[in-house]
Each structure stands twice: as C-alpha cells, then as structure tokens.
C-alpha cells in the first residue's frame, strides 16, 4: 500500500479521535489539528509530484485488487484538487485560532478534522460506494459544524440543510444499487469498461441520474435553495470550509463520474443549459440581498454554473478550463468568507446598512477584499481572469457561443455585486462595533495573517498560472481518454 495516498484520510481520524479526548484543553487541540492537517498538505504534495512523474497511483486497500477491493486512486485531477483544499484547510484553522466565537467550542476540532477526512477520502476513492461514504463522512460533521453554538437560526435552517442532503443521499445510494445489479461493480475503472459495451440509452439516463444526485449537492440549479439559507447561518470559519471545499466535492465528483464512467454520457446540452441557469440565477440573487455572507453565498451558485461549462463542452481544453476554474475558485471563496468573518468579529454583523468605513480602521482587510473580489470577478491579471479566460477560448472553440455570452455578463453582474460589498462595508462611516473591537485583540493577528496566506494562494495561482494550466491540460486529458487511469487501476 502506497502510505502516501492514505495519509490524508487517516491523519485527521485519528487527529479527531485524540482531540476528543483533549477536549479540556483547546491549546492542544489546536496543536494537533496542526499537526495533523499539516502532514496530510505535505503528504498530498509528494503524492501530486509521484503523479506526475508516474500517472496514475494507485493503492489496494487490505490487498485486495480492483474490481473486489477498495481502491484508492489519485491522478493528476485528484491530486491538483486535494492540494488546493488541504492549503484552504490550513488557513481556514488558523483563522480560527483567532476568533473569539470558536474559542468555548471543543467540539469545533473534532468535526473540522473528520469533515477534513472525509473531503480527502472524496477526490481519493476509487468507486462509486466508498464515494457515497465520504460524502457522508463530511456531512455528518457538517451537521455538527453547522449547528454549532445552538442559535435557534442555526437550528432552524440546519434542519432544512439536514433534511435536504438525506434525500440526495438516499437518491444517491439508490443509483448506487442500480449500478451494482446492472454491471455487478461500483468501481470507477471497472464500470468504464463495462458501460462502454452498453446501450447507450442506458448509459444516458444513468449519466441523468448521477447529474441530478452531484448537482443537488453541488447547489446546481435547480436545487440550490438550500445554500443560502443554511450557509450564512453558520460560524464564519466553518461557512468559509463548506464555502470552500463541500460544494466543491459535488463538482469533483460529477466530473470524475461523468467522464471517467460515462465517458461523457451524451449529456452536455443539459449541461450547458443547467451552467446557465446556475450561473444567472446564482447572480441575480446575489444581487438582491444586503448581507455580505448572503451576497457571498449566492455567489456560490453562481460560480458553480462556471465549474459546469467544461463538462459540458466535454473536450479536453472544456474540462482543462473547469479543472483551473475550480482550484482558483476554492482559495478565493474561502477567502472572501474569512473576510466576512473578520468584519462580523468586528462589527457584530454583516449587514450592508449596518457597517461602513472599514477601510479606516482595517486597511489590510480592505486590501485583502479587495483583490479576491477582484479575482472572484474576473478582472486581470488575477487568477479568476485566467480561469474565465480559459472557459471562454474554449467555448469559443466549441461554437458555444450562447453560453459564453451567459458567462461575459454574469461576469459583469458579479463585478456589480462586488463593488456593492465593497461600498456598503469598507466605505462611508463606521457605524456598529461591538466591546472587544477586534482592532485591539490580538486574535485580529491570527485571522489576518490567515485570510493573507489564502489571498496570497490566489495570486500565486495567477502567477504560475502557466505550469498549473499545464497540469490541468493533463488533468482534462486523462478524464476524456480514463485509458491510464484504466489502466492503474485495473493493472492491465
């Protein structure tokens, strides 16, 4: 077993197990989440370089071959993946070092640890029931995450988020069993092979099935109402994770299914069409609220729509631009949440009409503002640019031109947007604060320092956009032709 590609999964679980039994001493359950996140980062980072060097690494878990046995795979798309979302993992835990509404709350180190677990054991597996498994894994600690601190609006919209991803998941494990009568596996390789020969009917309405399952979780229209509401809810390092990284796991894995499996399932109007809607209901709704974290949230949507377009498309430059899309998408959001989280800790809210003049008192979150909504919107030279810019040669390329035109003036819309933020928070005079002003704490430190380590991520991409794009070319050639990924894990 490749040590390696387990490490990510492991080191958390059994950080989490330990942490609960610390739970009287929050200096040493920030220190083990430390350690713990730390060595699955540096252990996901030989793991990307052994990928690319090699291809596809694949462990059996237990010795047991595929198609029998649990296999764990990481190619270029995972590892790319799993990288940029343990560094967001990091920064999101020391900026909750400083914050004083984590600090009563032991249960917080747990969960993020097991929740981390499970986001690793998603871009790692190798079948459809281990995938299920892992969606569980975070869900379950996103449960806890989410009602942590028992504010009856936590409780209330916690519920609906609860009760909405039980009926995916249900869904979920009924294609599973569909799956596994028809074809007798739920291997990822080993179903490519068998669903090649099959009707095509039949591989179409499944590839249905599984966009409707990952859409829903991934906020895709027209299942997305549950974001929104449940999101802003939530402690501002625990919305900017699932910002970050939850529904993120629903795109990774329509793309890994959706190709790797169905070979791109003749889907990619419906595709397209659902990018669409994603895009602009996404943004139109973002448009309509007075809340940062609501703004933010909707905002989610809307990006996801972005993610959507390569599958779509289904060529290799299409699925190149989602892969850089996404790996830019997942530092930036979660960053832009830990700015809302500092302007919450410092004037006890996020709302538009009551918060104003920021820029003065908090020049560098300003600044660090600034630039990831910047990148968020598109503008150049920062990373969202590039990632926008790879979608658009590429749907040009296709003859697209619909959907490009979609994603020009979301673009437009999302500026707009963010310039709302940005006028209604930073500017004007300040007109809330609450005793305790995070300017004289020194957990303001801490949660600045976090959010520019995050920001700086995002400059770093756009910066090396060159070499990242280079591997995501790799990435999206491997998810067209799975003949490597095939090949890895089938040992043929």
Known sequence: ??????????????????????????????????????????????????????????????????????????DMFSALILVVSLVTVLSVLVFSFGSRRNDEMWQFHPAFLVLTAGVSLAFLTGDLFNLFVSFEVALVASYVLITLGSRAEQIRNGITYVVINIVISIFF????????????????????????????????????????????????????????DSYPVARAPIVAVFAGLLTKMGVYSLIRVESTVFLGGGIGTIVLVLAGFTMVVGVLGAIAQNDVKRILSFHIVSQIGYMLIGLGLFTTAGLAASVMFIIHQIPVKTSLFLVSGAIEESAGTTALDHVGGLRKRLPFLALMFGLAAASIAGLPPFSGFIGKLSIVEAGLSAQSYAIIAVSLIVSVLTLFSMAKIWSGTFWGEFETAQPGDVLVRTGHRTMMGATGMLVAVTIAI????????????????DLIDPTRYIAAVMGK
């Open 1 to 74: 077993m490749n040590v390696l590609i387990i490490l990510p999964v492991i080191l958390p679980i059994l950080a989490a197990a330990i942490s609960t039994l610390l739970k009287a001493s929050r200096t040493s359950q920030r220190v083990l989440s430390i350690l713990a996140v730390t060595g699955s980062l540096v252990a996901s980072i030989i793991l990307l370089f052994e990928v690319k060097q090699q291809g596809p690494v694949v462990s059996a878990v237990g010795g047991w071959v595929a198609p029998f046995g649990i296999a764990l795979v990481a």
């Open 173 to 228: 494990l009924t294609g599973i069993a569909f799956i596994y009568a028809a074809f007798g596996t739920v291997n990822f390789a080993d179903l490519s092979l068998k669903l090649g020969s099959a009707e095509e009917s039949l591989r179409i309405a499944l590839a249905l099935l599984f966009l409707v399952i990952f859409g829903a979780k991934a906020a895709m229209f027209p299942v997305f109402s549950w974001l929104p």
């Open 462 to 477: 756009a910066v090396f956009a060159g070499p990242i794009y280079a591997l995501c070319e790799e990435a999206a050639a």
